[in-house]
């Protein structure tokens, strides 16, 4: 696991806060998704921010540009995943599957100029068509205090699982 | 006096029904939910038919490896220290073990965990074994190596294999799929690639659903208007406009043996080599520079079709490879009637460029896989399929009769699975 800790002399104008406060962050953001308000939850994204899931097992620095995730958004490809899952047209959510979403082991791994790095272990339930999987991880943040409320730069999840055996498919947001 | 139609025999199985007099193809939807029948394929398809394995740039070098399940059956797929490729069944001749059991790597030989039996990479029983135990001569006949896959044939670098000793050639089984798999591999003077994080997931459904559904044009607008939305302003134009053009251009083309591709000019953008506004200059650059490359080293003619054609192929029994938005290749084998092992990879070339890499394997994720816009939908097209099935006693048939009597029907029509079915048909149903 690569975790980035504070860089002696990195230029951060990002203040750090107290972990409760991300903690607090991340089970708002967590409630947003289960209740589906999908809207709000995208509010909390900074423009031009990035939403990856590399492929289950992959290395925590995996690069989009040269192995084959699951899912890499940018912020307009982002907007467009909550357009499409906000659609009856979405047939993978549509009836809407029930989704618990848990986040534990929440850690402050260190200040960059773009913001504060957090990551959070996840445990996250989907229910859809009388049968329930669990999708299992890590959750890697940068989070950054713009106009007095906490924002995401990006999100990156990581799967600790060999493949999607039988999850099938990552259309919710894990 | 109107013309007479001249009576074509009606080809009648229990399972598919082929009536061109009445213009009516069928299915048994018994066909894809009972036991008995996938027991039955097992024996007759996947132990007969040449089945993917893998792509000879999954192993670079000498001595790598890696392990791989293909129709239920848990192989190494290797190189040996000079190099040459085996399959072998990852079974320990001894008790029965899996010999490797990492997912890739490189080694000069495999140790089974169990008792300590070691082979050379070249499947060779190398174990010294204590005086007394065992006659002198002991393995010296072969009995104890690591056991071949009775086949291993490759195509352009694409491995195959066949459980089968007695099988025509790879060559001759992937009769005219072997035109539209050298689109695939000549589109790069320096080769194509598997890229790195291939996509592994399972449906629950059966493997013929999926089949169908890899090169069904028909359903792309009603399952993915999502897609074609966010393509249109992605694209900034209509896609669904460039779809309905397309139909007209369109060809479903029947490769013999069962193999099948539909070719048409979709609205996306092509990595090789068809611009979209959105990659920008930058892209439309790029782009030109491919084309130029691919006419001076093909010739106009097939560089266009590689350019501006879209295909998506499938190859009897289980294999898909789409050259589409980007190229996927992927196989999905049965693990029982009602559940597929879904394994998808991206194909690129050589050495392609970072910028020209991320655009392609963006367009990947954009449609394709577990998290991509369409392809969730298609899983839930396929599981609802399945479990409607559940009815067949009642409700038995699968209708696939679009454009059956067209001269040539096109991506939107369903001849591409009539193919298969017809194949399908001749080895399953007892003359």
């Known amino acids: 696991m690569t975790e980035v800790m504070m860089k002696p002399g990195a230029i951060t104008t990002e203040p750090v806060l107290s972990r409760s406060e991300y903690e607090d962050f991340l089970y708002h953001e967590a409630a947003?998704?289960?209740?589906?308000?999908?809207?709000?939850?995208?509010?909390?994204?900074?423009?031009?921010?990035?939403?990856?899931?590399?492929?289950?097992?992959?290395?925590?620095?995996?690069?989009?540009?040269?192995?084959?995730?699951?899912?890499?958004?940018?912020?307009?490809?982002?907007?467009?995943?909550?357009?499409?899952?906000?659609?009856?047209?979405?047939?993978?959510?549509w009836p809407r599957s029930k989704t618990l979403h848990t986040v534990t082991n929440v850690r402050i791994l260190g200040a960059e100029?773009?913001?504060?790095?957090?990551?959070?272990?996840?445990?996250?339930?989907?229910?859809?068509?009388?049968?329930?999987?669990?999708?299992?991880?890590?959750?890697?943040?940068?989070?950054?205090?713009?106009?007095?409320?906490?924002?995401?730069?990006?999100?990156?999840?990581?799967?600790?699982?060999?493949?999607?055996?039988?999850?099938?498919?990552?259309?919710i947001i894990v | 006096m109107a013309t007479l139609l001249k009576a074509v025999p009606e080809k009648t199985g229990r399972w598919v029904v082929e009536d061109r007099n009445k213009g009516v193809f069928k299915v048994a939807r018994e066909a894809f939910v009972s036991d008995a029948i996938f027991e039955k394929e097992r024996e007759r398809i996947f132990d007969k038919c040449w089945l993917y394995l893998g792509h000879a740039t999954e192993l670079k070098e000498a001595n790598d490896y890696l392990t791989r399940n293909v129709a239920g059956r848990e192989l190494i797929f290797n190189r040996d220290?000079?190099?040459?490729?085996?399959?072998?069944?990852?079974?320990?001749?001894?008790?029965?073990?899996?010999?490797?059991?990492?997912?890739?790597?490189?080694?000069?030989?495999?140790?089974?965990?169990?008792?300590?039996?070691?082979?050379?990479n070249n499947g060779k029983f190398a174990t010294r074994m204590g005086e007394g135990f065992y006659p002198e001569d002991f393995g010296k006949d072969g009995s104890v190596d690591l056991v071949r896959v009775p086949r291993l044939e490759e195509y352009r670098g694409f491995y195959f294999i066949n459980f089968d000793e007695g099988a025509v050639s790879l060559e001759e089984y992937l009769a005219d799929s072997r035109e539209i798999i050298d689109l695939v591999a000549d589109q790069s003077p320096n080769g194509m690639e598997i890229i790195g994080g291939g996509q592994q997931y399972s449906i629950n459904a059966n493997w013929k659903l999926l089949l169908e559904n890899s090169f069904d044009g028909y359903h792309a607008e009603d399952t993915h208007a999502t897609y074609f939305e966010y393509l249109s302003d992605y694209i900034g134009g209509a896609a669904n406009d460039d779809l309905s053009a397309a139909k007209v251009e369109s060809r479903a083309i029947d490769l013999k043996n069962g193999h099948a591709v539909i070719e048409g000019k979709a609205p996306w953008g092509r990595p090789i080599a068809r611009t979209i506004p959105s990659w920008g200059e930058d892209g439309a650059a790029d782009i030109?520079?491919?084309?130029?490359?691919?006419?001076?080293?093909?010739?106009?003619?097939?560089?266009?079709?590689?350019?501006?054609?879209?295909?998506?192929?499938?190859?009897?029994?289980?294999?898909?490879?789409?050259?589409?938005?980007?190229?996927?290749?992927?196989?999905?084998?049965?693990?029982?009637?009602?559940?597929?092992?879904?394994?998808?990879?991206?194909?690129?070339?050589?050495?392609?460029?970072?910028?020209?890499?991320?655009?392609?394997?963006?367009?990947?994720?954009?449609?394709?896989?577990?998290?991509?816009?369409?392809?969730?939908?298609?899983?839930?097209?396929?599981?609802?399929?399945?479990?409607?099935?559940?009815?067949?006693?009642?409700?038995?048939w699968n209708d696939i009769s679009r454009g059956l009597l067209k001269d040539q029907p096109t991506n939107f029509d369903e001849e591409q699975m009539r193919c298969f079915w017809r194949e399908w048909a001749r080895r399953m149903e007892d003359q």
């Open chain 2, 81 to 120: 220290r000079k190099g040459s490729y085996n399959a072998f069944f990852n079974v320990c001749p001894h008790r029965g073990a899996m010999v490797a059991r990492e997912k890739c790597g490189s080694a000069l030989g495999f140790k089974c965990f169990y008792h300590g039996w070691a082979f050379n």
């Open chain 2, 288 to 396: 030109r520079a491919a084309r130029a490359e691919l006419e001076a080293r093909l010739g106009v003619e097939k560089a266009h079709r590689i350019a501006d054609g879209d295909r998506n192929m499938g190859i009897f029994p289980s294999l898909v490879i789409n050259d589409i938005m980007a190229i996927t290749i992927r196989t999905f084998h049965p693990v029982s009637s009602g559940l597929i092992h879904v394994n998808a990879w991206a194909m690129g070339p050589v050495g392609e460029p970072r910028l020209q890499r991320k655009r392609r394997l963006d367009n990947f994720l954009e449609f394709l896989g577990p998290g991509g816009f369409a392809t969730p939908d298609d899983v839930e097209a396929l599981e609802s399929a399945h479990r409607g099935y559940g009815n067949a006693k009642f409700a038995p």
């Open chain 1, 32 to 93: 947003l998704l289960d209740a589906w308000r999908l809207d709000e939850w995208l509010e909390l994204f900074v423009e031009g921010a990035t939403y990856e899931v590399p492929t289950a097992g992959a290395p925590d620095d995996a690069d989009s540009s040269e192995s084959l995730f699951y899912i890499a958004d940018d912020y307009f490809r982002l907007r467009h995943r909550i357009k499409r899952l906000n659609s009856k047209q979405a047939h993978s959510e």
């Open chain 1, 113 to 171: 100029a773009d913001g504060v790095r957090v990551t959070s272990n996840f445990v996250t339930y989907r229910t859809k068509n009388d049968v329930t999987h669990t999708f299992v991880g890590r959750h890697y943040y940068v989070l950054r205090k713009t106009d007095d409320k906490l924002c995401i730069v990006s999100k990156r999840s990581m799967l600790d699982m060999d493949n999607l055996r039988p999850q099938g498919r990552v259309s």
